[in-house]
């Protein structure tokens, strides 16, 4: 079975988009683990704020290579 980030890509920016994807979904994956957390005392609110704004930055990057297409 082929790994995701092994698959070949037409373009760069086929690439650019399963990785901006994959980001996203990686961060949107941690910030709601870590809000959980946080209702359980075990992460901090900072950390909950950090991120909250690495998914921003991850959905910015994801726009901007969607409209790149």
Do not use: P, W
């Not at 988009?17 to 005392?41: C, R, S």
């Not at 704020?49 to 991850?58: D, H, I, N, Y």
């Amino acid at each position: 079975m082929e790994n995701e980030s092994t698959l070949e890509h037409e373009t760069t920016l086929e690439h650019a988009l399963d990785v901006a994807k994959a980001n996203h979904k990686q961060a949107q994956k941690l910030l709601d683990q870590a809000v959980k957390a946080n209702a359980a005392g075990d992460v901090s609110d900072e950390r909950v704020a950090q991120l909250r704004t690495l998914l921003e930055v991850a959905a910015e990057d994801l726009r901007r290579v969607m409209r790149e297409q």
